[in-house]
Structures are given as C-alpha cells and as structure tokens.
C-alpha cells in the first residue's frame, strides 16, 4: 500500500507555541486518523476525522481534513514537553480496513 | 479504554533461533488484528491482517512461511518469526479492533534483535 506524506519531517518548538503538522494522501478515504508514538514504544490513538467531516476537536487538538485536496492537518496548541513524541496519520481506503501510515512528523518541545 | 498487549518487550536471540510474539487484547474481543513492521526512524508497514479462526491474509513481499500468524481466539494473535536471520531485526508492533469500523489499538511493539 501507498504511504502518505507528512510535513515537516522534524519539528521543534518552545513550551507553549502551537505545532502543526500535515499530512497528505492519495486515495479516497473512509476516515483519517492521527497516533502519536513515543520512542520505542506503540502508537496511540489520538483523533479520528471521518470523510464527511471537515474539523474535528478534542482537548489541545485540532484536526482539520480537506478531502479536495487529501490532506489534514493536526494542530496541538500550548505545547507541552510530554508532548513531544512522533505523530503519525493513517488512513483508511474506502472500501477498506487497512490502516495506510504517512512517514510520520517528530515534534520536540523544547521546555 | 481498549488495552493491547504485546510481550515480549525486547527479544535478543542468535540467529537460527524462531521467536514467538504474543497480542492481546484485554478488555475487548478483537475479530481482527493487524502486524506491523517499523524499521528506525521510518513509519509503520502493514505485513498481514490476522482474523480469527481463519488464515492471515499477508501483503505484498511478505513471507508467510517467514512470519507465521495464528488468531486462534478473539483475544489472542501470535507471530512467529521462524529461523531468524539479522535482517529480520526490527520493530513489531500488533494492533487490534473490535470490528473493521472501529479504531484500532496498539500493542507496545516488540523490539527484536538477531545477533
């Protein structure tokens, strides 16, 4: 299957600044997804976006999808250091169950 | 919430060696479940889809006979990496829905090392 791409690669802020990270894909989706995985560790489930949605909340994120363009984008406002970690979206093919990661963004918040 | 487990943690073996990694779910029932590879600093591959009670389905370039995969029961998949060889050494890391619309949870990855 097909990887999406993320931007930036790498990412590094203060404590406190916002960090967003993009996401790109290629086919259509069913629903769109962001994990975080802290070093040598799983991934955690953070957001799901469905298609049919344009934006999306949960505490300090935001996702926002463009099905126009296969993109999203996830948001973190008042950045944390515990939250410094790589960030990973996947999405799911319509039709599909398959998760299809992008290459993931490391963001490092600086205290 | 949905909790997975996946042990061991870390393996280091010689190679020649088969090694077994075992994926629970905890608390749900999982019809599905999924493993990964993860190589440094590079995003998750998908190697094959686990559904109980019948054969891992296996994606494009993976040896099922190399990485053999039983769901024997709602709760439980196990891989097998059979005779490991160094270039088997990675980052394995299982997950597991509820159903193919819910989302899926992660295991803590296995680390394996082939000396």
């Known amino acids: 299957s097909q990887q999406g791409e993320e931007d930036p690669q790498a990412l590094s802020i203060q404590e406190g600044e916002n960090a967003t990270m993009n996401c790109s894909y290629k086919?259509?989706?069913?629903?769109l997804q962001w994990y975080r995985q802290n070093s040598g560790r799983g991934l955690v489930h953070l957001i799901l976006?469905?298609?049919?949605?344009r934006e999306k909340h949960s505490g300090r994120l935001r996702v926002t999808l463009d099905t126009s363009k296969k993109s999203s984008s996830l948001l973190i406002t008042a950045s944390r250091a515990a939250d410094t970690a790589s960030y990973f979206c996947?999405?799911?093919?319509?039709?599909?169950?398959?998760?299809?990661f992008g290459k993931g963004t490391k963001l490092s918040v600086i205290p | 919430g949905a909790v997975v487990s996946q042990h061991p943690s870390r393996v280091i073996c010689k190679s020649g060696t088969s090694v077994k990694i075992e994926c629970r779910s905890l608390?749900?029932?999982?019809?599905?479940m999924f493993w990964y590879r993860q190589f440094p600093k590079q995003s998750l591959m998908l190697m094959a889809t686990?559904?109980?009670?019948?054969?891992?389905?296996?994606e494009q370039g993976v040896e099922k006979d190399k990485f053999l995969i039983n769901h024997a029961s709602l709760t439980l998949s196990t891989l097998t990496v059979t005779s490991a060889h160094p270039e088997d050494s990675s980052f394995y890391i299982c997950?597991?829905?509820?159903?193919?619309?819910?989302?899926?949870?992660f295991g803590d990855g296995t680390r394996l090392s082939i000396l």
């Open positions: 976006i469905r298609s049919n949605e």
């Open positions: 996947a999405s799911i093919g319509a039709g599909s169950y398959q998760l299809t």
């Open positions: 686990s559904n109980e009670g019948s054969k891992a389905t296996y």
């Open positions: 608390d749900f029932q999982a019809t599905t």
């Open positions: 997950s597991a829905s509820e159903s193919v619309t819910q989302p899926q949870h």
């Open positions: 086919t259509s989706i069913n629903n």
